[in-house]
């Protein structure tokens, strides 16, 4: 009869505390990023391709920046 006298925890508490490690949320993502960096980096082959066929100095002045922009982002992570 002891066991019974015991309070117990509310059903609504166990569910806003979820174990550690254990995260079953559907609306996040995981294990595609992969997928997100080809896609990114097919946006950006695409867009300087259609910039190309436009005008060859824009394209030179993206492609300067994109690479002078991983630069600067490289240099400040390490840094």
Do not use: H
Not at 26 to 51: D, S
Not at 68 to 77: D, W
């Amino acid at each position: 009869m002891k066991l019974l006298a015991q309070e117990l925890p509310s059903p609504r508490a166990i569910e806003e505390t979820p174990s550690p490690g254990i995260n079953k949320d559907p609306l996040i993502a995981r294990n595609l990023q992969k997928e997100q960096y080809v896609g990114i980096l097919g946006l950006a082959i695409a867009l300087i391709a259609a910039v190309g066929f436009l005008s060859r100095r824009i394209e030179y002045a993206i492609i300067f920046a994109m690479i002078l922009s991983a630069i600067l982002i490289a240099f400040f992570l390490f840094v």
